[in-house]
């Protein structure tokens, strides 16, 4: 009975044996791999798929995404809105006093005519968020538009991962050159600007 007690002993602490070197093997082969990235694309499949299988959510009703459409260029002559048209635009959108409006459109340079009071009315209202463009070695960036304050300005950068699709919205960056004024993101701008925000 003893000699049976022990050697069922030893086959426990051979298969634990087994089983503890087993899982260390494949921590160290999963990590491994992990770390080189070759999980990558799997991990990044099963967040969109688990992206997916969520409830639908209903736009948020306080907020108004005005989009420029291939009609309002057909309507409007311009292949870009001039700087005047977008003073109109913005003027309009004020006078409904919203809490914060974003301009995702680069505007360092001026388009079209208008330039001097599409600046007046950026400084006068503290609502407006223009963005901007960090640049890189490669990249020297797209600045904002001139005399703007850096309150007023975003970055418009984005990541692409590595299947060419954009999952994450960057908070803040340090600048590579002096085209990028400021280190925050235009959403996160906006968001600070918007404390009452219901």
């Not at 798929?49 to 309002?72: C, F, G, N, W």
């Not at 960036?141 to 994450?168: F, K, M, Y």
Request: glycine content about 8%; hydrophobic content about 40%; overall charge neutral.
């Amino acid at each position: 009975m003893l000699q049976r007690f022990s050697h069922l002993r030893a086959a426990v602490v051979s298969f634990g044996r087994s089983v503890v070197l087993t899982s260390a093997v494949i921590t160290a082969l999963v990590v491994g791999l992990r770390q080189i990235g070759v999980l990558e694309a799997l991990e990044l499949k099963a967040f969109d798929q688990m992206l997916r299988s969520r409830p639908h959510d209903r736009p948020d009703q306080r907020l108004l995404i005005v989009a420029i459409t291939e009609k309002d260029i057909q309507e409007t002559g311009e292949a870009t809105l001039s700087d005047q048209t977008l003073t109109q635009i913005l003027g309009k959108l004020e006078s409904y006093q919203p809490v914060a409006i974003g301009v995702d459109m680069l505007r360092d340079v001026p388009i079209g005519t208008g330039r001097a009071a599409l600046l007046q009315q950026v400084r006068w209202s503290d609502r407006i968020v223009f963005v901007c463009k960090s640049g890189d070695v490669d990249n020297p960036g797209v600045p904002p538009p001139p005399g703007i304050s850096e309150d007023q300005v975003g970055l418009a950068d984005q990541v692409i991962d590595v299947d060419g699709t954009i999952r994450r919205g960057l908070l803040f960056v340090s600048p590579g050159s002096p085209s990028a004024p400021t280190r925050s993101s235009t959403a996160r701008t906006i968001f600070v600007m918007m404390p009452q925000f219901p």
